[in-house]
Antibody
Framework: QVQLQESGPGLVKPSGTLSLTCAVS?????????WTWVRQPPGKGLEWIAEIYNNGDTNYKSSLKSRVTISADRSRNQFSLKLTSVTAADTAVYYC????????????WGQGIPVTVSS | EIVLTQSPATLSLSPGERAALSCRAS?????LAWYQQKSGQAPRLLMY???HRATGIPDRFSGSGSGTDFSLTISSLEPEDCAVYYCQQRSNWPPTFGQGTRLEIK
């Protein structure tokens, strides 16, 4: 059974950097999957942020591209998100998700981690 | 960017009734997925490739559609179906989600 678990600070100061990690278990990170970060502001819908493929290729939401980085540590079976210069608009529940290569849906979801941007 | 518009925004029905949720795309998409999000929980995959049920999803859930018009039908509502339902496409870049339909069970 594939399990994803987010970790990281729940509070980040404005203009600071949000750093989250997603630990993947139940499947080797090197198998043919893609991994993403999706966020959900309070009371709002879902927003795709970034994704990384098992070959290291990455893609980012255009409006966030200058501030976001997704990376993977295959030796630890985990991937990470960094979002710089955060503002209150970045306050959200952040989910790590994944899917199988060649498919178009998010098979796997973490439980989500709430992050608040506030001084 | 493809915009997915879901309707209605809120649906309030009684147990045993049939629910029909709509997802309309601003451009044609090859396929669609649906997710169910219960209060305080992460989304869960319900349907993929428009009409395939994910593992463990009861057969009262069905999906259909093509091009720009898609739908999720729940044939006979159960109290546990109370949730927000999101459609999502990833066949056109960038991946996008609809804004959600809130399903209330009376």
């Amino acid at each position: 059974q594939v399990q994803l678990q987010e970790s990281g600070p729940g509070l980040v100061k404005p203009s600071g950097t949000l750093s989250l990690t997603c630990a993947v278990s139940g499947v080797s990170f090197s198998t043919d999957n893609w991994w993403t970060w999706v966020r959900q502001p309070p009371g709002k819908g879902l927003e795709w942020i970034a994704e990384i493929y098992n070959n290291g290729d990455t893609n980012y939401k255009s409006s966030l591209k200058s501030r976001v980085t997704i990376s993977a540590d295959r030796s630890r079976n985990q991937f990470s998100l960094k979002l710089t210069s955060v503002t209150a608009a970045d306050t959200a529940v952040y989910y790590c998700t994944g899917g199988q290569s060649g498919t178009y849906h998010h098979d796997y979801w973490g439980q989500g981690i709430p992050v608040t941007v506030s001084s | 960017e493809i915009v997915l518009t879901q309707s209605p925004a809120t649906l309030s029905l009684s147990p045993g009734e049939r629910a029909a949720l709509s997802c309309r795309a601003s451009q044609s998409v090859r396929n669609l997925a649906w997710y169910q999000q219960k209060s305080g929980q992460a989304p869960r995959l319900l349907m993929y490739d428009t009409s395939h049920r994910a593992t463990g999803i009861p057969d009262r859930f069905s999906g259909s559609g093509s091009g720009t018009d898609f739908s999720l039908t729940i044939s006979s509502l159960e109290p546990e179906d109370c949730a927000v339902y999101y459609c999502q496409q990833r066949s056109n870049w960038p991946p996008t989600f609809g804004q959600g339909t809130r399903l209330e069970i009376k």
